[in-house]
């Protein structure tokens, strides 16, 4: 338990500082007297490392595991968020932009990995929702930080304080990161694995790419990665095009968001039920309801509802394809196809939301549901496609995990048995 606890925490860490620069920025580029359009060098910089890092995490993870690696990935960002605090220049700043993309990019592989492998469907779930709280606080933490008198500069001291915490709690837990990995779950109850864990073979990106399924996999995660984050960087300039106020498409796209982390909440629940394969297939479904609907032309009170809809059906794609990766690749296979998929995202939230503000430029923003729809058919293709070519071993996953839940039941059954027999005869021992 306290290790699950120390996995919630660590989620929440690592949506911390991931919005508090653009919730920053209009008061940091005045002060380092820089264009507001800088921003987007500075993230493209971040990102970068982040694809880096997630392609090289797989063989640091052989090394260190996951608990240590998570460990000093936290504080590399920790530092990194100092640098970002104490930096009087954007170069500085770009510097440190650098440590901030490979910390990210090593810890979302790491815990990610450790999630479909180690935990259920529902723990990824609401693991993904953890990191929603983490990307709330964080721009709560720049407005504590104003009223206190820390300006932007004091948010990330806040962060780097709270990420140095989280450090010190994945410390004291690392024999349990070691002790799970060793036994293959949370407890013995959680899955069967075998005598000895596995262990990843050695093998570089580009003989995984050859995996069947993989690059499939990869274009997944692009797709989806250019509709959620389309979603959410033009939803309020469509908003306010469509004839909203600035201040009521905020509230809108932050109803946005409120509905990603609801719907991942709700999505363990269901995860306890139904299987990755029909949550993902759900999620998409309701996606594509949200952009048809968004689309015809009906009255303005009806796309705040259609905005909350996309924002619900993203909500299990993403945990539910993560935590599906070991039935698709094998567990050996699981960090190497987790590393290639987050690549994928990176590479589609950094291309494609700006390929649409040339087309939002040139044309017209009124054209966004349309562009939602286009990347919505083509994330649902290759699901369709990487399905077929995986099938053979979701199904086996799938009925392993089916006759795991049904022993599990069988165990759980049989312990409540023998405890109201112990308790009659408890009861009959005392009357005697």
Not at 178 to 195: D, F, P
Not at 353 to 359: I, M, Q, S
Request: positive net charge; proline residues 5%; glycine residues 8%.
């Amino acid at each position: 338990m306290f290790l699950l606890v120390v996995i919630y925490v660590a989620f929440i860490g690592l949506g911390l500082p991931d919005t508090i620069l653009g919730a920053a920025w209009p008061l940091m580029h005045l002060d380092l007297k820089t264009p507001i359009s800088a921003a987007g060098v500075l993230s493209i910089i971040a990102s970068l490392g982040t694809i880096v890092s997630s392609l090289c995490t797989p063989k640091v993870l052989r090394i260190f595991g996951t608990g240590k690696l998570v460990a000093y990935s936290i504080a590399l960002t920790a530092i990194a968020s100092i640098g970002y605090g104490l930096a009087d220049s954007f170069n500085v700043l770009c510097l440190w932009a650098i440590p901030m993309g490979i910390g990210a990019g090593a810890v979302d592989v790491a815990m990610n990995n450790f999630a479909a492998v180690y935990l259920e469907s529902k723990h990824t779930n609401w693991l993904h929702a953890s990191w929603g709280i983490g990307a709330t606080l964080g721009p709560s933490l720049l407005s504590l930080s104003i009223l206190t008198g820390g300006g932007w500069r004091g948010a990330y001291e806040y962060v780097a304080a709270a990420l140095a915490a989280i450090f010190v709690l994945i410390l004291i837990s690392l024999p349990l990161w070691k002790k799970t990995e060793a036994r293959g779950g949370l407890s013995e109850n959680v899955t069967i694995q075998a005598k000895s864990p596995v262990k990843a073979p050695q093998i570089s990106i580009c003989e995984a790419l050859r995996v069947p399924g993989m690059k499939l996999s990869f274009l997944t995660f692009f797709f989806y990665s250019a509709l959620e984050i389309s979603t959410s960087l033009w939803c309020g300039t469509y908003l306010i095009a469509c004839g909203f106020k600035p201040e009521i498409g905020a509230f809108i796209v932050s109803l946005m968001f409120a509905s990603v982390m609801i719907g991942r909440i709700a999505s363990g629940f269901f995860a306890i039920k139904f299987t990755d394969h029909r949550l993902i297939y759900a999620g998409i479904f309701i996606v594509a309801a949200g952009c048809l609907v968004l689309s015809l032309p009906l009255p303005l009170w009806m796309q705040p509802v259609c905005i909350c809809l996309l924002g619900l059906g993203c909500a299990p794609v993403y945990p539910s394809l993560i935590h599906a990766t070991p039935a698709r690749f094998g567990e050996s296979l699981s960090s190497q196809a987790i590393s290639i998929q987050l690549a994928g995202s990176y590479v589609g939230s950094i291309l494609m939301p700006p390929a649409f503000g040339l087309v939002a430029t040139k044309f017209t923003v009124h054209l966004w549901p349309i562009s939602l729809s286009i990347f919505v058919g083509l994330l649902l293709l290759c699901v369709c496609l990487l399905d077929y070519v995986t099938h053979k071993k979701l199904n086996k996953s799938y009925a392993r995990e089916r006759v795991i839940d049904i022993l599990h039941t069988v165990s759980m059954e049989t312990l409540k048995r023998e405890r109201r027999i112990q308790r009659r005869l408890r009861n009959r021992h005392r009357k005697h």
